[in-house]
């Protein structure tokens, strides 16, 4: 059953009580917003912390994003909110925030790329880097837009991360899940470097996603996830022995009447 309004105002206030004990957001950084229905979305004001909000301060907007409900005044990422909601009709929930390590790599301009560790795989396939654009400008979401379609969490360029789902705590986990594997990737580099799973794991990972009941949007596609054949110049690596090496050697020698 579908919840009630006050449910999911609850529900947005949760959300961004635990965005903010994450450490995900800084003072009044960051927007949550939910799907009320064809006409409204629900969303956390401008100039409020995300871990302090009461139901009250929430806003509600129009699809075109002017105000229609609430005291407090509109943030100027909403229109990034709706930009999900356009192009993605199935999204009920969308979260932004600025999880520090996550954002770094797209600070660094690093995409989250790379096949490293199978629940991100089977979860979203991989997380693709927007350009960066000024926020509260359509410049924003430009570089977002052929992502949108494909993928449920994107980083976006020297600023932070965006992920959504059919609700708002989907989307929260999606944030979770980018963090996570964030940090795994910089304490993996921090030790000399990660390994990056073939081909041929990622599709087996993919392949699991109906046994887990797993609907996400992101299929295999060159580049995302980053195989590690792509890192080897795309050829096949293949392992011989000392001997077998220099009996290569010395049949090419050979041939050209070297020895
Ligand atoms: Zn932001």
Redesign the pocket.
């Known amino acids: 059953m579908d919840k009630t309004e006050k449910e999911l105002r609850q529900d947005i206030v949760e959300v961004g009580r635990l965005v903010y004990q994450k450490g995900w957001v800084a003072a009044n ?3 949550i917003s939910i799907r009320l229905d064809q006409e409204r979305i629900l969303c956390t004001p401008t100039g409020v912390s995300k871990g302090m909000m009461h139901v009250d301060d929430l806003i509600i907007c129009d699809m075109q994003g002017n105000k229609i409900l609430g005291r407090k005044e509109r943030t100027s ?1 909403i229109m990034m909110h709706l930009t999900v909601y356009g192009i993605r009709p199935d999204v009920r929930s969308v979260v ?3 999880p520090p390590v996550a954002t770094g790599f797209a600070t660094a301009g690093r995409p989250l790329t790379q096949a490293l560790l199978p629940e991100v795989i089977i979860g979203l396939g991989c997380v693709p880097l927007a350009d960066y654009g000024l ?1 509260g400008t359509p410049e924003l979401t430009e570089p977002m837009l052929p992502y949108i379609p494909k993928y449920d969490a994107i980083l ?1 360029g020297n ?2 991360a965006v992920c959504y789902g059919d609700d708002v705590f989907r989307a929260f986990f999606r944030m979770e899940t980018v963090e996570h594997y964030a940090r795994i990737a910089l304490v993996a580099e921090l030790l000399g470097g990660a390994r990056v799973l073939p081909k041929i794991e990622v599709d087996k990972l993919f392949d699991s996603r109906t046994r887990y009941g797993v609907k996400a949007r992101a299929g295999a596609e060159p580049g995302c996830p980053v195989v590690a054949e792509d890192l080897n110049g795309g050829g096949e690596r293949f392992e011989v022995t000392r001997e077998e090496l220099i009996a290569l050697v010395d049949e090419a020698l050979r041939a050209r009447g070297v020895t």
Do not use: F, Y
């Open positions: 950084d960051g927007n990422e932004h925030a600025h926020p976006m600023h932070g």
